[in-house]
């Protein structure tokens, strides 16, 4: 069956033949993967130097943001309404840190969309792994339920990265971005998916976790 027309098939497609193309050289589809997510990461790494970039100078306003809090500490929404105004001025997002992430995104579901085109996974193996076409199920739990490893690696990778990427300043608002909630919430929504997609979100947060700290250096 043929991919409809759209950008998100076009980028799915040709991760398709990327990714079979690198499990021919690998002779492995969980090395592929890990090679394949690795590879996107590092196209994506200039986008995470301008995030390191942006929360730098963040971290240089955060002394005027402190005044702008004190000077309308009776007025919480004129303090938030300065400090918004003191990050355009400088062209600083509070939410560049997660940039790099949200730009991964529809990679990952073109990916997702390909992934049940590629019908060599099925029955593939990577390490505990028994089928990458399915949830990894290391063990069975009570009640019915499977243990699934790498959903739970990989929302600590993502509360890792997260936590990485968000600037060491006191935010003017709530934050969605910041805290576990995010890699709780990823973690619950991969835990059924495919063993491959989630080593490849795997292999994404922790690439970009040395991307951060080699960008930091």
Same mark, same amino acid.
């Given at each position: 069956?043929?991919?409809?027309?759209?950008?998100?098939?076009?980028? %799915?497609?040709?991760?398709? !033949?990327?990714?079979? %193309?690198?499990?021919?050289? !690998?002779?492995?589809?969980?090395?592929?993967?890990?090679?394949?997510?690795?590879?996107? =990461? @590092?196209?994506?790494?200039?986008? =995470?130097?301008?995030?390191?970039?942006?929360?730098?100078?963040?971290?240089?306003?955060?002394?005027?943001?402190?005044?702008?809090?004190?000077?309308?500490?009776?007025?919480?929404?004129?303090?938030?309404?300065?400090?918004?105004?003191?990050?355009?001025?400088?062209?600083?997002?509070?939410? #560049?840190?997660?940039?790099?992430?949200?730009?991964?995104?529809?990679?990952?579901?073109?990916?997702? #969309?390909?992934?049940?085109?590629?019908?060599?996974?099925?029955?593939?193996?990577?390490?505990?792994?028994?089928?990458?076409? &399915?949830?990894?199920? &290391?063990?069975?739990?009570?009640?019915?339920?499977?243990?699934?490893?790498?959903?739970?690696?990989?929302? @600590?990778?993502?509360?890792?990265? =997260?936590?990485?990427?968000?600037?060491?300043?006191?935010?003017?608002?709530?934050?969605?971005? #910041?805290?576990?909630?995010?890699?709780?919430?990823?973690? !619950?929504?991969?835990?059924?998916?495919?063993?491959?997609?989630?080593?490849?979100?795997?292999?994404?947060?922790? =690439?970009?976790? &040395?991307?951060?700290?080699?960008?930091?250096?």
């Amino acid at each position: 069956q043929a991919f409809p027309l759209g950008f998100l098939a076009k980028i %799915g497609l040709v991760l398709m !033949v990327a990714l079979k %193309g690198i499990a021919s050289l !690998v002779r492995n589809y969980g090395l592929a993967v890990i090679l394949l997510a690795a590879g996107v =990461t @590092a196209a994506l790494a200039p986008f =995470t130097l301008i995030s390191v970039r942006s929360m730098k100078r963040m971290q240089e306003l955060q002394p005027r943001m402190d005044q702008l809090k004190k000077k309308h500490a009776d007025d919480p929404k004129r303090a938030n309404q300065e400090v918004f105004a003191l990050f355009k001025e400088h062209k600083v997002s509070p939410l #560049s840190g997660c940039l790099p992430m949200l730009l991964q995104l529809p990679v990952f579901f073109a990916l997702w #969309s390909a992934i049940s085109h590629v019908v060599e996974l099925r029955g593939a193996r990577f390490l505990w792994i028994k089928d990458l076409s &399915l949830p990894d199920r &290391l063990a069975k739990l009570p009640l019915g339920l499977d243990l699934n490893i790498l959903p739970i690696l990989m929302a @600590a990778a993502m509360f890792m990265q =997260t936590k990485l990427s968000q600037p060491k300043v006191r935010p003017a608002g709530p934050n969605p971005f #910041s805290g576990p909630l995010m890699s709780v919430i990823f973690g !619950v929504m991969f835990y059924q998916v495919p063993a491959g997609l989630v080593l490849y979100w795997l292999t994404n947060s922790l =690439t970009s976790i &040395l991307w951060y700290k080699l960008a930091k250096v």
